[in-house]
């Protein structure tokens, strides 16, 4: 599995460029979990954090009774925020939990999903869980070999406690259209919450 994730590294850097910090996470059971940390090119005013080691292992359905090693949706992790007005870099440990989850909770990573790491995603950040949007803007869909699935680059947007619950609610896409209406800035690291009223 280690050529997919050479191959996935290789995606990201010809998307986002050259990382300029990565760190690495292996929790007790799972495949080794590591962070890239990107410069936005286009943006200076832009950091991007993507995963890399989700993808090594095809997800699998909880409810499957034999998981295959092979066949499955296939996943990393990407968030972006504007870097100076928090430190944001403390997300590192909570994106490499996020990416672990399919590992250690077996749960499918999927858009629409909510995600939670249960503490602020970095010191002072008014967010502990992120909506997963749909992927292939930022960095296209890596195609692999079949039987494999594509590797799938999925954003990940911040939610305050009050936007996850009204999620639950009213679903991710309504969300998303709140967000949009408001002109919500969602890589502001220490943005309010939106009207939801």
């Given at each position: ?20 910090g ?43 009774v ?40 077996g749960?499918?990573?999927a ?18 869980s ?68």
């Amino acid at each position: 599995m280690s050529d997919v994730l050479a191959l996935v590294e290789a995606r990201l850097r010809s998307a986002l460029g050259e990382p300029d910090g990565r760190a690495a996470v292996t929790f007790l059971g799972t495949d080794r979990i590591e962070v890239l940390r990107f410069l936005d090119r286009a943006d200076p005013g832009l950091v991007r954090y993507a995963t890399l080691g989700m993808s090594a292992q095809p997800m699998t359905d909880p409810t499957a009774v034999l998981a295959d090693p092979v066949k499955g949706p296939r996943a990393e992790l990407v968030l972006s925020v504007r870097p100076g007005r928090a430190a944001t870099d403390a997300v590192l440990r909570p994106l490499a939990v996020l990416a672990a989850s399919p590992q250690v909770e077996g749960v499918v990573v999927a858009p629409g999903a909510s995600l939670d790491v249960g503490d602020p995603l970095w010191t002072g950040a008014p967010f502990s869980s992120v909506l997963v949007a749909e992927g292939g803007g930022l960095v296209e869909d890596l195609e692999l070999d079949p039987p494999m699935d594509p590797v799938r680059f999925l954003p990940l947007l911040p939610m305050t406690p009050n936007e996850a619950a009204w999620k639950r609610v009213h679903g991710g896409g309504a969300l998303q259209e709140r967000w949009l209406a408001q002109g919500t800035d969602l890589r502001d690291p220490l943005r309010g919450g939106a009207k939801l009223d």
